[in-house]
């Protein structure tokens, strides 16, 4: 896995104004001992900038480096818009006989699901004990109501850029959730907020940040890291 080899998109060289050489590394490695007495603030900025090396990380042993168990920013863009309570949408569409759009208003008063499960990046780092709350992707499904062609279900991201799919025996999994909650409070703008996917047994590349569109499809169409080397399959273990 991650035999990605894309050098026109976005990466932690091009935000630091430098490539990522030994120094720099050995430099990281002093400034993660210091995030572990120095506390988790130094993590966050840390983890912030390592956060896109995901995508010039072949080897994967950078996302190893002593950050503890923190979650990195990941992001295959650049910055992306915010959107609000005001002007969040998300659509179903697709192979449905009820195509929909949502407001974040509309998903929070439909049932809620909430779980405490590890976050585990493709790459290495996880985090334990996360907790999530949301919508099971099956309401949203069961509401639109599929044609018989639905096969799969494809999620689109409005940042423009990030895609990602499951079958639709996935899709329907009780721990599939559009996240409305992560770490006990609203998803934040940099973790994909207002909405993100959670694919709770699966690794975090399934699960698509700034939500904005779900398509039911008549085949399983690959994502954006999956184009790029990740398995289609995303099942943990
Ligand atoms: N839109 C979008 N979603 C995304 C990604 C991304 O770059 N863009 N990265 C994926 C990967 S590889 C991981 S591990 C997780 C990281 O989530 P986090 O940034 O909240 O830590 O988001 C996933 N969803
Ligand atoms: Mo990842």
């Known amino acids: 896995m991650g035999t990605e080899d894309a050098p026109s998109e976005p990466s932690a060289s091009d935000r630091a104004g430098a490539p990522v050489g030994r120094r720099t590394i050995l430099g990281l490695v002093g400034l993660g001992a210091a995030g572990v007495v120095g506390g988790s603030r130094v993590q966050d900025l840390l983890g912030r900038w390592l956060g896109p090396l995901e995508a010039n990380d072949p080897t ?21 818009r915010t959107e609000t309570a005001a002007t969040y949408r998300l659509s179903v569409s697709g192979e449905v006989a009820h195509a929909a759009t949502y407001t974040l208003a509309d998903l929070q008063t439909m049932p809620q699901t909430h779980f405490v499960k590890e976050f585990q990046c493709v790459t290495g780092w996880r985090v334990p004990d996360v907790q999530w709350g949301g919508v099971q992707l099956s309401e949203l499904i069961t509401r639109a109501r599929t044609s018989t062609r639905a096969k799969a279900v494809r999620f689109r991201s409005f940042d423009g850029t990030y895609t990602e799919s499951l079958t639709m ?9 559009v996240a409305l909650q992560m770490l006990g409070k609203p998803v934040t703008h940099d973790h994909g907020g207002p909405v993100r996917m959670y694919c709770a047994s699966m690794y975090g590349y399934k699960s698509t940040k700034w939500l904005s569109a779900i398509e039911l499809t008549d085949t399983e169409i690959p994502g954006y890291w999956e184009t790029r080397g990740y398995d289609i399959n995303g099942s943990i273990g």
């Open 60 to 80: 994967g042993l950078l996302a190893l480096f002593p950050l503890g168990d923190t979650f990195r920013f990941y992001s295959v863009t650049g910055s992306v």
């Open 169 to 177: 025996a996935e899709a329907m999994r009780s721990d599939v959730i």
